[in-house]
Nanobody, 121 residues
């Protein structure tokens, strides 16, 4: 099986920065897209940013310029650099990966357990 383990969340003051990391481990043949989603209390989970194995990125329009997604394919790890944080960024942030565990298997979706980011004003 595949595990996604996030780290780097926590409490930060408004205007501050955080860097999230998510490492994928287990039986991995290849990883296609890796992404970050977030879910604030009472709201639906939303895409923050995504990155392909080739480095192509996609961001939520409202977050462009403040958040940067990057990836280390050798380490099966994705990062999210978050700058100029505000209270609206408070949410649980989830890591996502589209993984093939074997060359003959289909691509499957995996999620991390989530990491809390709280921005105090």
């Amino acid at each position: 099986q595949v595990q996604l383990v996030e780290s780097g969340g926590g409490l930060v003051q408004a205007g501050g920065s955080l860097r999230l990391s998510c490492a994928a481990s287990g039986s991995i043949f290849n990883i296609n897209v890796m992404a970050w989603y977030r879910q604030a209390p009472g709201k639906q989970r939303e895409l923050v940013a995504a990155i392909t194995s080739g480095g192509r990125t996609n961001y939520a329009d409202s977050l462009k310029g403040r958040f940067t997604i990057s990836r280390d394919n050798a380490k099966n790890t994705v990062y999210l650099q978050m700058n100029s944080l505000n209270s609206e960024d408070t949410a649980v942030y989830y890591c996502y990966a589209n993984v093939k565990v074997h060359v003959l298997k289909s691509w499957e979706d995996y999620w991390g357990q989530g990491t809390q980011v709280t921005v105090s004003s």
